[in-house]
């Protein structure tokens, strides 16, 4: 094997600032997922009941490692430009190059806290959910690979791993979404949710073939360097940024690319807690993110990126209202904050986005998983309208669940009011009043949707199948553990990296990689002003939250008397309240028939279109073919004729061929 | 590597089995089975033996051989291959083996002459990756329609006469016309050459020649239509879905894997290269029809009733990205054309090894009967999803960074063409994802139900086979290098002759 | 006349010694077909030994100049006494159970092949029309062989009429050429029309006369439309006089064009040329077409022999549409003499597989007749194939590389005979059809219930041997392709000398 | 002179051409039979013509008249042999019923 094999592997020496340890480290974080999901894949079955027993380890020693990481990058042991280095050359195809490369830094540690904490806890609790489950080493299996490209889509330092990874997670997501597989339902959501996604992707691969033809590279830091001096046209610019906000667009199941998230919550709820909350859906958040300063140099694909995201935010948020499946409720609720979080980006607090996503991946998973806790225990019932009451019976799922609630509602001092806060400020404070306004709107709306649940689901009157009424019970350790785990940061975490604004371990963290955005931004934030403007914009996120949150009690909640009286019986006040709002109501109920239009447009015209082709190939291209064959063949038969079996008839048609030489020769010759 | 004929061998180890065969008892099939499944491994494992050997970026091509033929008209029996023609011949061997042992259980009837049509026909198929002369080459082209005539109509499905004839008589059309192309390249070549024949009919002379401009427009046109036929392009595509419709798995197999690739080699090797200002002429033709192809391919695959049918427009659709890349003219473009050519042939190829898989248990291929198959068949349903991801372009697996360079390639020289043949990447994970869940999910079907104990999962032999095809598929898709390195020489010629530097032989 | 202008001819004088000596034989031990089959089959080789022997590199004019002995007679005598001897190896296992005595048979073919050897050599209009004469009248003969069976003497009398009709109409021709050039020598009359001044027009009498001879000639390699007879005459002849048939009196007719057209009618080739052109190339495609729509193979095998005159005569329109003194003149009667030789053995190859399924009587040569060969007779099934294929042009048979030699030329001589060799090639497209329909007969269909084993006897396998073995080998094995081709080369550029010389 | 050839020529064409009517129209072997032989003797008068009006021609002449003749004979002999035989076949001389084989 001499020569090729040799070439191929050949890399690049990489720049490291850390030690080989750290390269190791790193690389593990990736590769012990790969084996652990290598592993149980390949002994499957034979894994028996404990089909857990290579998975979760792994993932516990990759959370260490994790742990380890973090505190590495975010202490500054790998300098402002992070642990960059190459593992070898993935693609050499002449001038275009692909390393396998990694690169660990700020923003990278911010995502890893996320996912690898959220990742080993929901592996936890699964041992717990999954444990009726008969062919669950699949189940792990997959959750192991889902870590494997999470992680790869995190650590990557170029655009084509990223890519790759991107597409993996999305394989993932496909797999576990269809996790049960015998629902049809399931299967179609699986699909849907990976066609959907790679709607996007043609708009982030076009964008990176676009990147690599103006600057030649796929580096990050290669490309943030020269992309402002390659002299771009800006249509070309925004084009590139447009191309891959695309792709983000997809993958965190923005508006119009946000049909699939919903009907993603087919998958087992600690796949929706995992994938569907906490880790990939930010990836599109993480994208954007991660190319602010190819952003940076667009306003107009800034622009575009804040109006998708808190246009997304309300239509979510609307439609989270009037939703009856819990788990659908928080999808939407997470298509709503995923708004946020694009709205911030597109206004230029990179910060508050990043923050609110490490927020939001913490109390979003700990509602996943608290619903899932739930539907647990109300035997695999998802319909809020057949809950209630259950505040009692698991409480530990209640307390917990109530604490998320509170935190994505935006009451202070837990987690979600300081990074939502922070979105909404600063939106405002950059001249992005109507941002702030829409933004306004839905912490109303999601303060009410979020106690609408809580109080369809534990407070008020008990729907639940009294078969399974009396068999109600907490869920087992492995499942509340991880709750109560998962509370503890949906409870301080705001405070502890965002508190001072503008002046918190976040924006420590953040700082270098967002430094290049911001001076190309030019923005100029005044200083946190809690008596002024500041104090003015944290009253009123408060004051809506509040609102929102006592509306929904008055008509979900049960009866606290100094919230109002009980004049009517609760369901009838809701029947009113309907009847008042019908045709909103309906509107928000059928999701603003997105998916009856996506239903119309791909799976009728499409259809369609495609038999029609289908019937062009037969009929047509294939007819044509066939039509020669038949034409040659009849002309063969017509010809045949001419044989009549006659000495005569022969004989005349030799005098005629003889006049005509005859007279070809008299008449036509050259001379 | 000493002077052992290496290339020959390779070539016609298949032929010296083939012989055997025929004079082993008929009543013995099990005989003929091993025979040739020994003597496709020889070969294959001979094959093997170029890799170490072969000196990656030396110039031109290597393990020559050279003798004289017809010396009266210069036609040479001429061998050598680069890096293009490495990747392929290993290619056709592995899959030669892979699908003469797919062929163990299904084919029952008539063993001896099965497995004779099939050495014959890899003997043809290595033969045109090899050969470096013109005439030689049509040989080979030739040679491998009649095993696969046979192939297709002694041992294919009810319809199998029509779509045998139909490839033939199609495959003929534009070959015959390659021909008098041939022949006429090499008249132009001795005309301009002081009326002497030597090296007329050698790609080393040809190549760079510099013809006339009118006469290289007819003999382009002719090779093209030719390679356009078997690639197939749109609209020369109607009989590959008929084909494969009726042909054997193994057929199948070969006919995606290696028989559509003699296209795409025909146009990289000899319509380019041979014709570099006709081929410029023509590219924009080329690639709307590419474009159309890619596109058109993967909407009426969507619509599909039979897998194979399905896996045959998919193959339409994939193929039309191996013609993209190479008429942009454009190194990443060309060298993944190339690679899309090795991962299309693993990949198709296995798809068709894991339809013939369900066909042997259930004797029908209609996606609308199937089901649920997940449950029943586990392994199976796992490796028909891997190869499903792989066709659809998973990055990792193989297909992803041979689909991916052609668009970059087109990227880089008409983005608009990009973005069609990106919009393949919905469209193939619609179309396979369909299949998959109708076939694999959902509750097992009624018809699979009256199977009953019959649906068994996959056999160690179809693991067998399966396997090697996984293996391929994860290490081309993570390390694409190895094919990609091969590449660069053979791609550069192509495109410096494409880009004028074309050497006016004196 | 001298001794060694007798020995010069003794080829010929044997071959017709060997054709009297049967019949005497015949009449010593009448019903001993063994005896008359043993000395024909001895005495054919023989002949070719003669022939090799006295083949001269250079022309060697006898017979003051009547006759000729050079590479191009020694060419076409090795090629029709090879033609000769597998039609006599092939037939009596049709002829036998049909009662048809095998003396008679091979005496009159024997004639008709001195015939063919006649025009061979032959530098004079008076031999040359006496050679033809000498060659169809036996085959009249021949066709109507089976004199009881209603088809063969129908095939016989449509022949015969129609042949001697063409006939007249030739002999006319050759009066009026005889008359305007006032010689019967071939090289006086090249000379004499060389003489003509090229840019005036030519003699109505003369074009008059040439229009004769081509109608003549088209006849008699049944060209379209001048072809009635052939479809007719072949199918109801026996069988391995069909194989004869459509080969032997066709190269001779070839061989007549290459002597009477390329030597004596070259300086007014300008003239022909288009209606060989045009002649080719509806040849072909009329072949082709009716040919698809054939159920009888040995009526399919008819129309097709017709086809492949049409791709004889790309090479006899390369040799015209070129250049004078071009090297495609050359290229396109080399491609003549090849594809003679590559379809002499081919399509009588494929005759004798018809021929050895009618082993029994009654048996017809319907294609049903050919279902399931492939498994009732393996090596017959795949002997049929080769010829089927080397009938098709698939490489690397023999008519592969016949077709790609005329197709060469073509695409030589330029002009509008290269658009004959892409009429030629899509023909061959389109022939592939009924050619592979046939295979799909013996492979891919099963035999009827009634089916019996294919008997073949021993000079039947030796026939079969011998066909397959040239169409195989003239592709695959380079020094008999060489060979093939170096022969070919210098009988037609003995030819060509002798045309520029005048 | 070469005028009075031409009027023999015109002749023979004449004679050539009505034989080519006579094989044409008839349909009894034998009458077709005796066409052909007007028109090979047609031949034969424009044979002789050339002869008697060019000398160079005049030994030639008679000789190629004489072969003429005697491949008519042959002809005619191998003509009535295949009709008689057909005759036994089909008990008929008209050769438009002899269409067994035909397309």
């Known amino acids: 094997m001499s020569g090729f094999l040799l070439t191929a592997a050949e890399t690049e020496t990489p720049v490291a600032a850390a030690g080989a340890t750290d390269m190791l480290l790193v690389t593990l974080l990736v590769a012990l997922p790969l084996a652990g999901f290598a592993l149980t894949a390949l002994l499957g079955r034979r894994l028996y009941t404990k089909a857990w027993v290579i998975a979760v380890p792994v993932m516990i020693v990759t959370w260490l490692i994790g742990l380890y990481v973090i505190a590495q990058a975010l202490g500054g042991a790998y300098g402002e430009e992070g642990l960059h280095f190459t593992l070898y050359r993935w693609i050499p195809a002449g001038d275009f190059t692909v390393d396998a490369g990694f690169l660990v830094d700020g923003l990278t540690a911010a995502l890893l806290i996320v996912v690898t904490t959220v990742g080993m806890l929901v592996h936890v609790y699964s041992i717990g959910y999954m444990a009726h489950e008969p062919g669950r ?117 923005q508006f119009p690319l946000h049909v699939w998230l919903p009907d993603a919550m087919e998958g087992p709820t600690p796949v929706s807690a995992l994938i569907h909350a906490a880790t990939m859906v930010n990836a599109g958040v993480y994208l954007v993110a991660r190319t602010s300063p190819i952003f940076a140099q667009s306003p107009f694909a800034m622009l575009v990126v804040a109006s998708i995201g808190i246009f997304t935010a309300i239509l979510a948020a609307s439609i989270a209202m009037t939703q009856t499946d819990i788990k659908r409720v928080l999808a939407y609720s997470t298509l709503s904050q995923l708004g946020y979080m694009f709205a911030a980006l597109g206004v230029g607090a990179y910060f508050a986005a990043i923050f609110h996503l490490m927020t939001h991946g913490f109390f979003k998973g700990l509602l996943f998983l608290g619903s899932g806790s739930v539907i647990h225990a109300v035997h695999e019932e998802q319909d809020m309208n057949r809950m209630g009451g259950l505040w009692r019976k698991i409480p530990i799922t209640h307390i917990t669940m109530l604490i998320g609630s509170i935190a994505i509602s935006g009451i202070p001092f837990f987690a979600g009011f300081f990074s939502k806060d922070e979105i909404l400020g600063e939106s405002f404070k950059l001249g992005f009043g109507w941002v702030w306004f829409i933004g306004v709107v839905v912490a109303v709306m999601t303060a009410f949707y979020m106690f609408r649940l809580m109080g369809k689901t534990f407070y008020g009157p008990s729907h639940v199948d009294p078969h399974v009424a009396d068999k109600i019970h ?14 503890i940061p949906s409870m301080f975490l705001g405070v502890a990296i965002g508190w001072p604004p503008e002046g918190g371990l976040i924006h420590q963290w953040l700082g270098p990689v967002f430094h290049e955005a911001e001076e190309l931004l030019g923005h100029e934030l005044e200083p946190y002003a809690i008596f002024g403007i500041d104090g003015f914009l944290l009253g009123a996120s408060v004051a809506v939250a509040i609102v929102g949150m006592v509306m929904a009690w008055r008509y979900f909640g049960f009866r606290v008397p100094l919230l109002g009286a009980e004049v009517q019986p609760r369901a009838r006040r809701v029947e009113v309240l309907t009847e008042r709002f019908r045709g909103w109501y309906d509107a928000s109920f059928h999701k603003w028939w997105f ?69 070809s020769y008299l008449v036509v010759t050259p001379r | 590597m000493t002077n052992l004929p290496i290339l020959t061998l390779i070539t016609f180890v298949p032929l010296a089995g083939a012989l055997l065969i025929a004079f082993l008892p008929r009543g013995r099939p099990d005989l003929a089975r091993w025979a040739a499944l020994i003597t496709s491994l020889v070969s294959f494992v001979l094959s093997l033996l170029l890799l170490p050997a072969f000196e990656v970026g030396a110039p031109g091509f290597q393990f020559k051989e050279q003798a004289d033929w017809i010396p009266a008209f210069g036609i040479q029996y001429k061998l050598g291959i680069d890096g293009i023609s490495l990747a392929l011949v290993v290619l056709t061997t592995t899959l030669s083996w892979i699908s003469i042992l797919a062929s163990f259980g299904p084919i029952k009837d008539r063993v001896k002459e099965y497995m004779i049509s099939f050495l014959i026909l890899e003997v043809g198929m290595i033969g045109v990756f090899v050969a470096l002369d013109t005439f030689l080459f049509y ?98 595509h109607t009989w590959l879905p008929d084909a494969h419709v009726e042909a054997p798995t193994a057929g199948s197999v070969i006919l995606a894997g290696v028989l559509l690739k003699l296209g795409g080699y025909g ?52 193929m039309g990205f191996v013609t993209l890349g190479i008429f942009v003219f454009q190194q990443q473009g060309l060298e993944g054309a190339v690679l899309q050519m090795v991962n299309h042939g693993v990949i198709t190829g296995a798809l068709f090894l894991c339809v013939g898989v369900i066909y042997e248990r259930t004797h029908d291929r209609t996606i609308a009967r199937m089901g649920g198959l997940a449950a029943p068949v586990p392994v199976y349903a796992a490796l028909l999803g891997f190869f499903m991801l792989a066709s659809l372009g998973l990055p990792g697996l193989s297909g992803f960074v041979g689909e991916f360079l052609v668009v970059l390639g087109t990227f880089d020289v008409m983005p608009g063409a990009a973005f069609v043949a990106m919009l393949v990447v919905v469209l193939s994970a619609a179309y396979l994802m369909w299949m998959f869940q109708r076939v694999v999910f959902g509750e097992l079907s009624d018809f699979l139900r009256g199977i009953g104990h019959h649906l068994t999962d996959v056999t160690p032999v179809e693991l067998l086979t399966l396997t090697p095809l996984v293996a391929l598929t994860l290490l081309l898709g993570v390390f694409p290098g190895l094919i990609l390195e091969l590449l660069h020489g053979p791609v550069n010629d192509v495109i410096a002759a494409v880009s004028g530097g074309t050497v006016i032989a004196r | 006349m001298t001794e060694t202008d007798l020995v010069a001819i003794s080829p010929l004088i044997f071959v017709i010694a060997l054709a009297m000596l049967i019949i005497v034989a015949d009449i010593i031990w009448p019903d001993r077909d063994d005896i008359s089959t043993g000395l024909t089959v001895a005495g054919l080789l023989v002949g070719a030994g003669l022939t090799v022997l006295v083949a001269q590199s250079e022309a060697r004019e006898i017979f003051a100049g009547a006759y000729v002995v050079d590479p191009l007679t020694s060419f076409l005598d090795v090629l029709f006494l090879a033609i000769a001897l597998v039609t006599v190896l092939v037939a009596p296992d049709y002829l036998r159970p049909r009662g048809l005595p095998m003396a008679e048979f091979t005496a009159t073919l024997l004639f008709a092949i001195s015939g063919a050897m006649l025009i061979s050599g032959s530098r004079d209009l008076l031999v040359l029309f006496l050679g033809l004469e000498l060659l169809v009248l036996p085959g009249y003969m021949l066709a109507g062989y089976a004199k009881r069976d209603g088809y063969s003497t129908e095939g016989a009398i449509k022949y015969f009429l129609l042949g001697s009709f063409s006939s007249a109409i030739f002999l006319f021709g050759l009066a009026l050429t005889w008359g305007f050039t006032g010689t019967t020598r071939i090289r006086e009359v090249a000379a004499s029309l060389a003489q003509l001044d090229t840019a005036s027009a030519l003699a109505p009498a003369l074009l008059m006369g040439l229009a ?30 069909t194989g004869y048939l459509s080969v032997g009196p066709k190269v001779a007719a070839f061989a007549l064009i290459l002597r009477l057209f390329v030597e004596a009618l070259a300086p007014i080739k300008a003239d022909w040329t288009p209606v060989v052109i045009v002649l080719a190339a509806i040849t072909m495609t009329l072949g082709n077409l009716v040919a698809l729509t054939q159920d009888n193979v040995k009526r399919m095998l008819a129309y097709s022999s017709i086809a492949h005159t049409g791709y004889i005569m790309v090479g006899l329109a390369a040799y015209a549409g070129a250049p004078v003194g071009s090297e495609a003149e050359r290229a396109g009667l080399e491609g003549l003499l090849f594809y003679s030789v590559a379809y002499a053995f081919m399509n009588l190859g494929a005759f004798a597989i018809v021929s050895a399924l009618q082993h029994r009587r009654g048996v017809t040569s319907q294609i049903e007749t050919f279902a399931g060969l492939g498994r009732r007779a393996p090596w017959a ?67 009827p219930e009634t089916a019996r084993p294919v008997l073949t006897g021993t000079m039947m396998r030796a026939g079969l041997a011998i066909t397959a073995v040239m169409t195989i080998f003239i592709g695959l094995v380079p020094p008999v392709t060489s060979g093939v081709i170096e022969f070919a080369r210098v009988a037609a550029e003995v030819l060509l000398v002798r045309t520029a010389g005048g | 002179m070469s005028g009075s050839l031409q009027s023999y020529l015109i002749l023979s064409a004449l004679l050539f051409a009505i034989g080519t009517f006579g094989f044409l129209a008839r349909r009894n072997a034998i009458a077709m039979l005796m066409s052909i032989e007007l028109m090979l003797n047609a031949v034969n008068l424009s044979i002789v013509a050339f002869g008697a009006f060019i000398p160079a021609l005049r030994g030639d002449a008679a000789i190629i008249a004489l072969m003429v003749m005697a491949v008519a004979a042959a002809e005619a002999t191998v003509g009535l042999a295949i009709v008689i035989a057909i005759y036994r076949n089909s008990r008929t001389p008209l050769v438009d019923e002899y269409d067994r084989m035909r397309q």
């Open chain 2, 139 to 236: 040989i080979f082209f030739e040679i491998v329609l009649v095993p696969m005539y046979l192939i297709i109509g002694i041992w294919g499905g009810a319809n199998r006469i029509y779509a045998t004839l139909k490839f033939v008589l199609y495959t003929l059309i534009g070959s015959l016309l390659m021909l008098v192309a041939i022949l006429a390249t090499a008249f132009s070549f001795q005309a301009l050459n002081g009326g002497n024949w030597a090296g007329a009919f050698d790609y080393e002379q040809l190549r760079g020649f510099g013809f006339d401009p009118g006469f290289q427009a007819f003999a382009f046109l002719a090779f093209a239509l030719a390679f356009a036929i078997k690639v197939p392009m749109f609209p020369f």
């Open chain 1, 137 to 253: 080493w699949r189940f792990f299996a997959y959750l192991n690979l889902f870590m494997f490209s999470m992680l790869l889509l995190v650590l990557a330092d170029n655009f084509l791993v990223l890519f790759a990874a991107w597409e993996l997670v999305g394989l993932c997501s496909y797999l576990l979404i269809g996790y049960w597989y015998k629902r049809r339902s399931a299967a179609l959501a699986a699909k849907k949710a990976f066609i959907v996604n790679r709607v996007g992707d043609v708009g982030f691969g076009l964008g990176i073939m676009a990147i690599w033809t103006t600057v030649g590279t796929l580096n990050f830091h290669e490309v943030f360097e020269a992309l402002p001096e390659a002299g771009l046209e800006p249509w070309m610019i925004t084009g590139i940024a447009l191309l891959l906000f695309a792709g983000a667009v997809g993958k965190s199941a």
């Open chain 1, 474 to 487: 907490e869920s087992p350790p492995t499942m509340t553990i991880p709750l109560i785990l998962l509370a």
């Open chain 3, 381 to 447: 099934a795949i002997l049929m194939t080769l010829f089927l294929l080397s009938l098709t042009g698939i490489p690397p048979t023999a008519g592969f590389f016949a077709k790609a030699y005329v197709v060469l030329a073509a695409v030589q001589a330029g002009g509008w005979v290269s658009v004959l060799a892409v009429i030629a090639v899509l023909n061959a497209a389109a022939a592939a059809f009924y050619y592979l329909r046939v295979v799909v007969f013996m492979f891919m269909r099963d035999p």
């Open chain 2, 267 to 318: 146009f990289i090797r000899y319509a380019v290269p041979l014709f570099p200002d006709a081929a410029v002429t023509f590219a924009p033709a080329i690639i709307v029809l590419s474009l159309i192809a890619i596109i058109y391919g993967a909407i009426v695959a969507l619509v599909q009733p039979d897998l194979k049918k399905l896996v045959a427009y998919s193959s339409v659709s994939h």
């Open chain 1, 595 to 663: 998916d009856d239009l996506n239903h119309l447009l791909f799976v009728r015209i499409g259809g369609a279109v495609a038999a029609a082709l289908w019937w062009f190939d037969v009929n047509i291209v294939d007819g044509a073919v066939n039509g020669v064959a038949r034409l040659t063949q009849g002309t063969g038969r017509e010809i045949r004729q001419i044989q009549t079996g006659r000495v005569q008839n022969y004989a005349l048609g030799i005098a005629i061929g003889l006049l005509v030489v005859a007279v």
């Open chain 3, 212 to 241: 004769l001879l081509t109608t003549g000639v088209a006849f008699k390699i049944a060209a379209v439309p001048f072809h009635y007879w052939t479809p007719d005459a072949y199918q109801g002849s026996p069988t391995p006089v």
